[in-house]
């Protein structure tokens, strides 16, 4: 967990926060973040804890060969965490990048050498 975001009643105790956060550091790990879902635990009681305990963590290696992998959330049934499904992003069709003209191109030098090149 690392923050108290990550959990419902925002009781975390830190020392664990920040030996995961080393711990993570140290192997140079990052989360690759599940979008669709806050928490991922609950204790299934009456008032209920959630939290965000179950991650998915990479490389940067992981990063570069797949940059467009993602994580999305299952309904839990039955079960007090949610699965947690990644997505390598290899079977998704590419959208096109939006291209975005920036005024200040205009003032840079050489823009109208280079564009009258291309």
């Known amino acids: 967990m690392n923050n108290l975001k990550e959990k419902s009643n925002g009781l975390v105790n830190q020392k664990w926060v920040h030996l995961f956060k080393d711990w993570t550091n140290c ?25 965000a305990i179950d991650k998915f963590l990479c490389n940067n290696s992981f990063e570069q060969q797949y940059p467009l992998a993602f994580v999305t959330a299952k309904s839990r049934a039955g079960s007090d965490h949610v699965p947690l499904v990644i997505n390598f992003g290899t079977d998704e069709p590419k959208k096109p990048s939006v291209f975005r003209f920036e005024k200040w191109w205009l003032n840079h030098p050489g823009f109208n050498e280079f564009v009258t090149k291309v």
Do not use: Y
């Not at 192997?27 to 806050?38: C, D, M, P, Q």
């Not at 299934?44 to 959630?50: A, C, D, F, R, T």
């Open 27 to 51: 192997h140079g790990l990052v989360e690759l973040k599940n979008s669709s879902r806050s928490f991922t635990w609950t204790n299934n009681q009456e008032q209920p804890i959630m939290a």
